[in-house]
């Protein structure tokens, strides 16, 4: 356990305005994805985890719907490069291997690649757009 930060699995029904904080600055505001983009209807049926730093307070965020596709990563920018993208992938991966899940999949944007890539997923299509921001398939099995 990091003494900065914890992750732990998250209810969206008590505390989905933690979780669309983070997403809404990291998604919204910082990469200007536009709010419909954003928001689906699988968020009630998803495993969410949500990151706190030392003080609770939230700082990083993702999930993973029923049939094994990560997604909604975010952290907040002051808080990158401290290892809470890694746990956040490292819990979620363990969730779907626990609801017995074969793979993972993931629409990683291209800046994201090499960060994925070091935990085991390889890219599998050409490419797309996805809220005006390229992205790859990628995918990894359990």
């Given at each position: ?9 998250a209810?969206?029904?008590r ?28 968020d ?13 307070a ?5 999930r993973?719907t ?7 990563m ?42 994925y ?9 050409e ?7 390229p ?8």
């Open positions: 356990m990091n003494a900065d930060f914890r992750i732990r699995v209810d969206w029904e505390e989905r305005e933690a979780m669309r904080a983070v997403r809404t600055e990291v998604f919204i505001q910082e990469q200007h994805i536009l709010p419909q983009d954003e928001w689906d209807e699988l009630p049926l998803c495993v969410h985890l949500l990151a706190l730093d030392a003080e609770g939230p700082v990083g965020t993702g993973l029923p049939d094994g596709q990560i997604g909604r975010a952290v907040l920018k002051a808080r990158r490069g401290r290892g809470i993208g890694t746990a956040l992938l490292r819990t979620l991966l363990d969730s779907a291997q626990q609801r017995g899940l074969k793979a993972c999949r993931l629409n990683a944007q291209d800046h994201a690649i090499g960060f890539a070091r935990h085991g997923f390889t890219v599998y299509d490419g797309f757009l996805e809220g005006g921001i992205h790859r398939r990628m995918r990894k099995d359990l």
